[in-house]
Nanobody, 120 residues
Framework: QVQLVESGGGLVQPGGSLGLSCAAS????????MGWYRQVPGKQRELVAE???????NYAASVKGRFTISRDNAKNTVYLQMNSLKPEDTAVYYC??????????????WGQGTQVTVSS
């Protein structure tokens, strides 16, 4: 099973920047899509950004122009560069991966989550 390890969360002031990383590890897998989601108490988890192995990206309207998702397929790692952070960006951010292992059906894996707090 693919394991996802996230890093880079923390406290930042409004207008600041923060970078998140997520590395996937395991045996005999091929990642199709990796993405970042976020969740706050009382609200369902929402997609922030995602990227395919071919480099196609998709962003939530609320972060478009401020966040950038990128990947390193050789390292099985996805990154999220967050600029011009706002208090409403405060949430637990989760890494997600859709991948193939030894079957025809894709599987999914989630990271443990990392807290991002934007506050003065």
């Amino acid at each position: 099973q693919v394991q996802l390890v996230e890093s880079g969360g923390g406290l930042v002031q409004p207008g600041g920047s923060l970078g998140l990383s997520c590395a996937a590890s395991g045996n005999s897998f091929r990642i199709v899509v990796m993405g970042w989601y976020r969740q706050v108490p009382g609200k369902q988890r929402e997609l922030v950004a995602e990227i395919t192995s071919g480099g196609s990206t998709n962003y939530a309207a609320s972060v478009k122009g401020r966040f950038t998702i990128s990947r390193d397929n050789a390292k099985n790692t996805v990154y999220l560069q967050m600029n011009s952070l706002k208090p409403e960006d405060t949430a637990v951010y989760y890494c997600n991966a859709e991948y193939y292992s030894d079957g025809y059906s894709p599987r999914h894996s989630w990271g443990q989550g990392t807290q991002v707090t934007v506050s003065s």
